[in-house]
Each structure stands twice: as C-alpha cells, then as structure tokens.
C-alpha cells in the first residue's frame, strides 16, 4: 500500500477523524433488502469501501468472519471474490436475499460470492488475500427479553430494536453472547486464524468501537491491538472516523450519559 492515501475523498474534523456521512441513498441504489436499511449494526458503506479501495486489487479474495448484513458484497461489483461466514441463520438467510437481488442485478458479481453458515471458529482458515471485518462485542447479542414499552416513550423504536437483535442473536455459540472473560478468550482464537487464513502480505482490518462501562471508557481498540500483534499482524494504519451514531446513543446523549463518538479502523499485514 505504500503511500496510497486513506479516504482521501472524505473530510476530516478538527480530531483528524474521517467524517464518511450517511450511506442510506448508496445502499438503496443497489442490491441490498429493506431489513439491512433498518439494522443498527450495519458497517457504514463508505467506510467499507474506503477499505476496500486502500487494501485491494480485483481478482482478490476478501473475507468477513462476521458477515453480518454483507456490506462486503460490494467488493464482488469491482471483481473481487468475496466470502461471508456467519454462525446466525437470520444474518445468512439476509445474505442470501441479498445475493438473490445482486444475481439479478449482475450476475457475473454474484457468482462471485461464497456465503457460509457456521462457526468462524470451526471453519477458519480459509485462504484469502484480506480480512475486513466488525466483530461483535461481549455479550452485547446476549438479549435475553424483549422490553416493555414505557408509557412516555414516543415511539416502539426500543422494542423494535430487542425484536430485531433477537432474531440476530439465536445461536447460543454466538461469540457476542459470552462474557468479557470468554469472549477475549474466543476472539483470540479467531485472530489467530485470520493471520492463518492470510497469504503473506495480506491484511486484516477490524473495525471497532471504545465502550463505556461504569462511567469510564474501555479501550476495546488497546486490546485488538495487542491480541493482533501477539498473533503475528504488524500495524499497517490506524485511522479513526466520526461515528453517526445510532437510537441507543442519541437516547444516552438525551439523557445525559457519556458516550463514544469516534470508532477506529485498525488495519494489520501478514508480514511472513
């Protein structure tokens, strides 16, 4: 990648972090179901494509442990080959649907995706050229009810959010059930397989976010940067982009709570 700029279409704010902006009207114009408009955990489109552009070239194979709602699809418009693993059947059957619209739209592009449904954790290594992915959180899938509605809330806007994670968090096996202590255990794991499934001088780029417990921020960004230079990966870049921010952070913010406004972009290289 050499001097190649990050993003460089895209602003900056007074921290230096990316400002990508909102990607509704881009996700809208090309394969992707209604559902994933209204998830909250969708990885933003110009961020992805940023990433995209910075560490690939058309013919190579990208892979998302954590396919999620299949932003990565995109990478299969440019020639690129793509890979989507997930453990939850409501995240692969989305794919799917997302595939079926893309097959229609382009064909040549579609049969350029691979989507499996199973543990990243069984089925790693699969040889790829780069990893681009946004892994889940400790027991941040571990919704366990939906909520009542409070009789002074505007709108169902919580209730449809338990609903929808519900649907996305069945599989008990599910890394974003487990508690801190399991949870670094497995990705540890799942790191160590990354760096396995990479051809020499491939990349990982783990897109993440600093939560707040207790008042005080948890660096999550400290912990995969260590974890990921203990499997091998060398610190490629580190850039960080302003986060829109979703329901759940604008209703802290109202009620007076501290929240993460940045989200950092960690890219790392399978250097031997």
């Known amino acids: 990648m050499g001097s190649k700029k990050f993003a460089p279409e895209f602003p900056r704010d007074s921290n230096g972090w990316i400002v990508f902006g ?49 932003t990565l699809m995109i990478a299969a418009l440019q020639g690129m080959r793509v890979i989507l693993l997930d453990i939850e059947l409501g995240y692969h059957k989305l794919q799917s649907e997302a595939l079926e619209n893309l097959t229609k739209v382009d064909p040549e592009a579609a049969g350029r995706v691979i989507l499996l449904h199973g543990d990243n954790r069984l089925l790693l290594p699969i040889p790829c050229n780069h990893i681009i992915t946004s892994p889940p959180y400790a027991q941040a899938m571990n919704i366990q009810r939906v909520r009542t509605r409070r009789e002074d809330a505007p709108d169902n806007l919580l209730v449809d959010e338990d609903i929808r994670m519900l649907e996305y968090s069945k599989d008990q096996r599910n890394i974003g059930r487990l508690n801190t202590f399991m949870y670094n255990q497995n990705m540890e794991k799942v790191y160590k397989l990354c760096y396995e499934s990479l051809a020499v001088g491939g990349t990982l780029t783990i897109v993440i976010k600093d939560r707040i417990h207790d008042g005080k921020r948890v660096y999550l960004s400290k912990w995969v940067d260590r974890v990921c230079k203990q499997a091998g990966f060398t610190l490629d870049r580190w850039e960080k982009w302003k986060t829109l921010g979703h329901a759940f952070t604008k209703i802290a913010r109202a009620q007076g709570k501290e929240t993460v406004l940045d989200e950092d972009i960690m890219i790392y290289r399978r250097s031997t």
């Open 22 to 70: 909102r990607d509704q009207k881009e996700r809208k114009n090309l394969f992707f179901p209604e559902e994933v408009m209204r998830h909250p955990a969708k990885m933003n489109f110009h961020l992805e494509q940023s990433v995209i552009e910075y560490v690939a070239e058309p013919g190579q194979v990208l892979l998302d442990p954590f396919g999620g709602t299949g």
